[in-house]
Nanobody
Framework: QLQLVESGGGLVQPGGSLRLSCAAS????????ISWFRQAPGKEREGVSC????????NYADSVKGRFTISRDNAKNTVYLQMNSLKPEDTAVYYC???????????????WGKGTLVTVSS
């Protein structure tokens, strides 16, 4: 009933762009902090970006600062991750997660999507 569904992944060349979407069903995203995570082949899962429930606070991992932008459209019950200047190191399965706490963080997430694969290769 309560689901998050990621979409927008795929194959892109280095330097290209993709926009990931995280759509919620069964609950209202406007009451949740949303975080994006990724897990690259052979590496541990890491936090990529987060956004507070109102959109007033955001955070980015050092590896993606200046290249990725997180945003939300609460009217559409959807959160986005715009990824520009993509590098092969960005190749990973990307997950979105929702938490009912305040602020912007990568812990205490209550709901998780199943992930979408992003492959950056020439």
């Amino acid at each position: 009933q309560l689901q998050l569904v990621e979409s927008g992944g795929g194959l892109v060349q280095p330097g290209g762009s993709l926009r990931l979407s995280c759509a919620a069903s069964g609950f209202r995203l406007d009451n949740y902090v949303i975080s994006w995570f990724r897990q690259a082949p052979g590496k541990e899962r890491e936090g990529v970006s987060c956004i507070s429930s109102s959109g007033g606070s955001t955070n980015y991992a050092d590896s993606v600062k200046g290249r990725f932008t997180i945003s939300r459209d609460n009217a559409k019950n959807t959160v986005y991750l715009q990824m520009n200047s993509l590098k092969p190191e960005d190749t990973a399965v990307y997950y979105c997660a929702a938490g009912i706490t305040y602020g912007c963080h990568y812990y205490g997430m209550n709901y998780w999507g199943k992930g979408t694969l992003v492959t950056v290769s020439s």
